[in-house]
């Protein structure tokens, strides 16, 4: 630091470039935000978290990508801590930036980079290749470790090396991987792994001994095979003639080079379903052979359906034995397997073979719920009982319902529990069983049954499976459906399969409406295994599991989207995450348009998704949810948008607060007050102040008007009441919102209805109500009432543990409170500085609610708009009566003069005194005062059993 001169060096790390992941910094487009280090506090005239400013002009000369040299270097101030008007200016230029590139080590091959006279030359890291061993062209005879495990063995990358278990020994070839986590693993293929089975079908990977052989990475000296027996393993695709050609011509494909086989090997080739439609037929129906050697040059999507083979039979012809045991002797005689040379072995396909398959990586989410209580270890127990050595004498027949609503993820836990076992799975749209007769809908389903006995081991996948339960037969009283017959018929005939197959087939039927499937059917599955909608820690796994390996910006908090989610299930959470990729293509592609980028530059660049991704993916993921079955949702109100009732404000955040900040005060066994009854006159902020506490509290909130739960079915208006529960349990923390409740719910026995339907939906209520302070799920549930009409109530609502907190909202009393009101109302109007609000509260009756004084508000507005277009309504008249304005049409319309000529005083409003007195002098009080002398006998009737509080509202 010489005299008033200072040179800084600083090192910035970048956090969050937009709208790509990298490119170049130029000070005349660039937006630069600097965050403070994590600790520090920011000056008292800076944002609290960052600091932004835009530098002002500059422009480069035509060097390399970082020879640029800015000429005219006037940007915004930055100040740093200590820094006064005499210090020097800390400029972002190019040797800002610079500087915050780390030196590089090295020395050899400098590159000069002449970016001011105060900085280093940067020099370029030199790069040095090694030779690394081609790839094996099986991947099934490869392993993978990292380069630390492999010098540790004394192996090479490209070695064979013997990998032993006290079950088997398999030659395989070694290579070094950098995506292995740390820790002694080795990557194999599945193929490979099924050599390795382990004791129980749930206990984890086999530890395998990896042992250098004497070949090094020259081919093994094993013998070559002169024929080759294949079996193929029924599953539900191999079992369809239909693709025969598809595996046959696939198959072919995996023997065309030479390639490691042993006896009792599982092969798999992958075909593509979609290409079956692309083979022409002979007359006689067969493919032309012709095109089973044609690669198809587009094909319709990528391969996804595996067929399995098995090696049954190796003929080769062995040397002369040995006394020695060692690797080479072992490989020469052909017990770590043989070559299949395509131009000296012979391939015979024949028979089937029933058979656990490798663990084909299926398209499945990558993590699923594995708590002891969870859905997915639960039945992953039950299917590997089944797959016990004794589990056919004891006849353990698995059938399991699975209960859950839509796209919580039964059928995603029922295919991973099938792969982890290494079973087929059959999956089977019940809706598709039905046909146009019960006798045609039995056949089907014992079609079906009887291809999966077929495919043992196998996992029979009944999905909505309460459409078995739609008939048109009108049946007598006591009879069940002739579909549950048949049904009890299909499973009894599934051990007679496993007898024969050794195999047992597992049947799982999923519902996402379980109260519509008969007990009949209910009755032929031994098991039900409940899917609930994931809370708030469970949807934060599988957020973080869904962008494992995605590009997120560092200002996205995971665990706000995981709270601000309630409600969604898995696949919504797919949809969320999916929704935010398409928003961040579309966000840089629209950023970058004047840049004339390419899509794929911009994926070169790469994309970050941000929070503002994912909050607009989370709008419309809710906008969408909501249209189908009516979302909860986190409301936008706070408590500046309610004017006074401080004392009903804090006897409710005393009820809803405690719970939540405090669980472990009702760990034992004190029961929570979860209800609150909001009664009083009509417009005073009920409904605002629920959704106010709501806001504060960060809960779900569900608002449910009295009507919207009647309907005119049986059992259908009870059964709305368990719906509203079920979603705000699903949505916890939540809270319940009933308006208008003296209409849901009245006294009983008073109404003349044949039905009973208000009686059965009240009893429905309590029922509910008397459950959330003892169900673990609604814990976090608070319900609240609001009524205009507490007397008409059925008294059993407000007994102990119901809606026992009952809070009077009544109008303002006194000048200070209406003023608090018009405070809040008016707190985002424009008003005249002479406006006094005060005294317009002066001029306001007592019997004014909140609803008033915001009509009052409103009328205000609407006044000082009609004067404001007035005055240009004489302005043009004006205009019009001096004759035309050139290069104006003549006369001028007030629309042509508020697009072309308005001034922003002409659009401008401000609200002032008399236009709320004008205002005053029209507005009619929505509550008469005989109205306020009934509620004010209400209150006194209520509150001398009920503790209650007082406030003043701002409105509904």
């Known amino acids: ?24 910094l130029t000070p005349s487009s660039s937006l630069y935000v600097l965050a403070p280090p994590e600790g520090t506090e920011a000056e008292d005239d800076e944002t609290p978290t960052q600091s932004i400013y835009r530098s002002r002009a500059g422009s480069f000369s035509d060097g390399g990508f970082f020879d640029r040299r ?43 980079i002449s970016l001011s006279s105060s900085l280093s030359t940067l020099v370029r890291a030199p790069v040095e290749y090694l030779p690394l061993p081609a790839p094996w062209t099986s991947s099934s005879e490869s392993v993978f470790l990292r380069a630390e495990d492999l010098a540790r063995s004394g192996v090479f990358s490209g070695d064979w090396v013997l990998l032993s278990s006290p079950s088997a020994k398999i030659l395989a070839r070694a290579f070094a991987s950098d995506n292995i986590p740390p820790g002694p693993a080795v990557l194999l293929s599945p193929s490979l792994l099924h050599f390795f089975p382990p004791t129980h079908a749930l206990d984890p990977p086999p530890t395998l001994r990896l042992l250098s052989t004497p070949f090094q990475s020259l081919p093994p000296p094993l013998p070559i095979a002169q024929s080759v027996t294949l079996a193929r393993v029924p599953s539900p695709a191999s079992t369809s003639k239909r693709f025969q050609p598809l595996f046959l011509r696939a198959l ?6 030479k390639r490691l086989i042993r006896q009792g090997q599982v092969l798999a080739v992958v075909v593509n379903k979609d290409d079956r439609a692309l083979l022409r037929e002979k007359e006689d129906g067969e493919v032309d052979d012709q095109l089973l050697d044609y690669e198809f040059p587009f094909p319709s999507s990528s391969p996804d359906t595996p067929v399995y083979f098995k090696i049954t039979n190796i003929v080769y012809d062995p040397p002369s034995s040995s006394a020695q045991a060692d690797t080479y002797t072992l490989a020469t005689l052909g017990e770590l397997g043989c070559w299949f040379d395509p131009s000296q072995t012979r391939m ?13 990586p299926l398209p499945l989410p990558p993590a699923l719920p594995t708590a002891p209580t969870s859905p997915y270890p639960k039945l992953l127990q039950l299917a590997a009982a089944c797959l016990s050595p004794s589990a056919l004498d004891y006849q353990l027949q698995l059938t399991v319902l699975l209960r859950g609503p839509r796209g919580v993820g039964k059928r995603t836990t029922a295919l991973a529990v099938a792969q982890r076992l290494g079973m087929h799975v059959l999956d089977v749209n019940c809706y598709e069983l039905v046909g146009e007769s019960e006798a045609v809908t039995e056949g089907t389903l014992r079609a079906r049954f009887e291809s999966a006995a077929a495919c043992a081991p196998c996992v029979l996948l009944l999905r909505n499976l309460e459409a078995l339960a739609r008939t048109s037969q009108v049946l007598e009283q006591g009879r069940e459906p002739s579909i549950a017959t048949a049904l009890r018929e299909c499973v009894a005939s599934l051990p007679s399969a496993w007898q024969e197959s050794q195999f047992p087939v597992i049947l799982l039927a999923s519902s996402s409406e379980g109260d519509k499937i008969p007990l009949s059917i209910q009755a032929c599955f031994k098991h039900e295994i409940n899917f609930d909608s994931p809370d708030e820690v469970e949807r934060l796994e599988i957020l973080r599991a869904l962008l494992k390996g995605e590009r997120v910006a560092a200002d996205v908090e995971l665990r706000e989207i995981a709270a601000q989610s309630a409600a969604l299930v898995a696949k919504d959470l797919v949809d969320l995450v999916g929704r935010a990729k398409l928003g961040a293509l579309e966000r840089a592609t629209k950023e970058l348009v004047d840049e004339e980028a390419s899509i794929d530059d911009i994926e070169d660049a790469g994309i970050a998704l941000s929070g503002t991704d994912f909050t607009s993916a989370l709008a419309e993921s809710r906008a969408s949810y909501s249209e189908s079955i009516g979302a909860p949702k986190i409301p936008n109100v706070s408590w500046d948008d309610v004017g006074g009732l401080a004392e009903v404000k804090a006897d409710i955040l005393d009820t809803i607060q405690l719970p939540l900040e405090h669980p472990e005060l009702f760990a034992d066994g004190l029961k929570k007050r979860s209800g609150i009854l909001l009664y009083g006159p009509p417009g005073t902020g009920k409904t605002l102040l629920a959704k106010a506490v709501a806001t504060s509290c960060s809960l779900n909130f569900f608002s449910v008007k009295g009507p919207e739960l009647l309907n005119m079915y049986i059992g259908e208006s009870e059964a709305n009441v368990r ?31 044949s039905g009973g339907v208000m009686d059965r939906i009240v ?6 109500l008397d459950g959330m302070s003892d169900e673990t799920g609604s814990a976090e549930v608070f319900v609240i009432g609001a009524t205009n009409r507490p007397d008409l109530l059925d008294p059993a609502l407000l007994r102990p543990g119901r809606f026992d907190r009952m809070l009077y909202l009544g109008v303002c009393t006194t000048h200070e409170a209406q003023l608090k009101i018009l405070q809040a109302l008016t707190r985002k109007f424009r008003l005249d500085p002479s406006l006094d609000l005060m005294r317009v509260a002066e001029q306001c009756p007592f019997n004014y609610t909140g609803a008033d004084f915001y009509a009052l508000c409103s009328d205000a507005m609407l006044k000082a708009m009609t004067r404001k277009a007035e005055e240009v309504d004489a302005k043009i008249a004006e205009w019009n009566e001096h004759g035309p304005v050139d290069g104006h049409p003549h006369p001028m319309t007030p629309q042509y003069y508020l697009a072309e000529l308005a001034k922003p005083e ?19 009080p929505s509550v008469s005062t005989s109205e306020m002398d009934h509620y004010a006998i209400v209150q006194k009737n209520e509150s001398g059993s009920k503790r209650q509080g007082q406030g003043q509202s701002q409105g509904d």
């Open 1 to 24: 630091m010489n005299g008033s001169s200072a040179q800084f060096r600083y090192t910035y790390r970048v956090l969050l470039p937009e709208p790509v992941m990298q490119g170049i």
């Open 70 to 112: 800015i000429r005219d270097k006037g940007v915004d101030r930055i100040m740093t801590e200590g820094e006064d008007e005499g210090d020097e200016q800390l400029e972002i230029d190019a040797s800002f930036l610079a500087n915050s590139l780390p030196p590089l080590p090295s020395p050899s091959l400098p590159t000069s």
């Open 252 to 257: 072919k494909k995996l023997f065309k080079d």
């Open 348 to 360: 015979v396909q024949s028979g089937v073979e029933h058979s656990l398959v490798p663990a084909f």
């Open 723 to 753: 719906r509203v529960f079920q979603r705000a349990r699903d949505a916890r923390p939540c809270v319940i919102f009933f308006d208008e409740l003296d209409s849901v719910a009245p006294k009983r026995g008073n109404h003349g209805d």
């Open 763 to 768: 009893s429905q209520l309590l029922a509910e």
């Open 906 to 924: 002409d659009t401008d409003f401000l609200v002032s005194q008399r236009d709320f007195e004008a205002a005053l002098a029209e507005l009619v």
